[in-house]
């Protein structure tokens, strides 16, 4: 393989970063993390380099380009959490702006000069219409989505200034696990469908809690497009080549171009897993479209990307599987303890 072959993976050891390290491992890429473990899990890099560190940390930056011989950065680091970042957008905007600002300057005074973000659906904000393509107003309702955006502005600006190429991917919902089990989604505390319908599954919860269900939708629930983790990570190791093949900076949304309610979702688990998933109906959140679907020609035209999972069943499978696997891991953890005490 030719190109760029030494990749950074800041935020490596998050639910994305870690199958994206797993990703470039297996296409023949070497790869160092970068993490500083405050929501990552050491456990779930599966190989290259590990250093422990955070953006913020100049000193830290400095001496990790100064030691390494980096050809691309690869940035998933940052809060993702939407209704934090409404409460508290100092940290969002801190952690998610400024400490990006931080290792754009370490890039360029390194001459690293291929970058690949992790961006997000949120910098569209309401949809004007469906499918969503990268023309559609890019207007975020939250600090989540105006820092994203802010970054990707950012993007534009050291392209001009210092020849800085990126490939902004804007995610719409990532889920799944890799298909082997061995490293899945672990948020704390978790805000995603469909791990939280996983452990009310598993007995972790009593019911799931489904935020309307009188929206102008077939069951009336919102419907999302969701995107097997695995496929965001092929078409970011495709993103990389193109910045090496084209030299040019590009920006696309990743999804199937297909939704699913939550109800879709909740019978989906309840399929795979053979357990019931009981459900209790909130009030609308505020903010909540009734959908969001990606239009991801684009993607799929400059990139030549096609998602291998796009069934649902896929994804919520290979989820469960991850799921399992940890609830046993965990099951005989206290089994050892209780038994030495």
């Known amino acids: 393989m030719s190109g760029l072959r030494s990749v ?11 199958h994206m390290v797993k990703a470039l491992l297996e296409a023949g890429y070497e790869a160092t993390v970068f993490d500083n473990l405050s929501a990552g899990h050491r456990d779930a890099i599966l190989g290259g380099h590990f250093v ?14 100064a030691a390494g011989s980096f050809d691309a950065v690869m940035n998933f680091a940052g809060s993702i959490q939407v209704g934090e970042s409404v409460r508290k957008p100092g940290l969002y905007y ?4 400024a400490n990006t600002l931080n290792l754009l300057e370490a890039m ?6 291929h970058l690949v973000f992790s961006s997000t659906a949120a ?21 989540y989505g105006r820092g994203k955006l802010m970054v990707e502005q950012m993007l534009a600006d050291f392209d001009r200034a210092h020849g800085l190429k990126s490939a902004c991917l804007r995610y719409f ?4 696990a890799d298909p082997a089990g061995r490293i899945g989604e672990r948020h704390e505390p978790e805000t995603h469908l469909i791990p939280i319908a996983l452990e009310v599954a ?18 009336g629930t919102c419907i999302r497009d969701y995107i097997h983790v695995d496929d965001l990570c092929q078409a970011h190791l495709r993103a990389l080549e193109s910045l090496r093949n084209t030299g040019r900076s590009l920006a696309v949304n990743l999804g199937n171009g297909q939704g699913f309610s939550v109800r879709q979702v909740v019978d989906a688990v309840r399929e795979v897993t053979g357990h019931a998933v009981p459900l209790r109906i909130e009030p609308r959140r505020p903010g909540d479209p009734a959908r969001l679907i990606a239009d991801s020609r684009a993607a799929r035209q400059q990139l030549g990307w096609v998602p291998r999972y796009p069934d649902l069943g896929d994804i919520v499978g290979h989820a469960w599987q991850f799921a399992s696997i940890q609830a046993r891991s965990r099951a005989e953890n206290r089994s050892k303890t209780g038994s030495s005490a």
């Open 52 to 65: 422990q560190g955070d953006l913020a940390d100049l000193g830290t930056l400095e001496a990790l380009f």
């Open 202 to 219: 598993l007995g972790k919860r009593r019911e799931l809690s489904v935020y309307g269900d009188d929206y102008d939708t077939p069951d």
């Open 94 to 97: 801190r952690n998610n702006v």
């Open 123 to 143: 910098i569209f904000g309401e949809p004007a219409y469906l499918p969503i393509d990268e023309a559609h107003p890019a207007q975020p309702l939250n600090p």
């Open 8 to 18: 950074l993976v800041v935020g490596g050891a998050g639910y994305i970063g870690s």
């Open 173 to 176: 919902n990532a889920a799944g």
């Open 108 to 113: 360029v005074r390194h001459d690293v000069r």
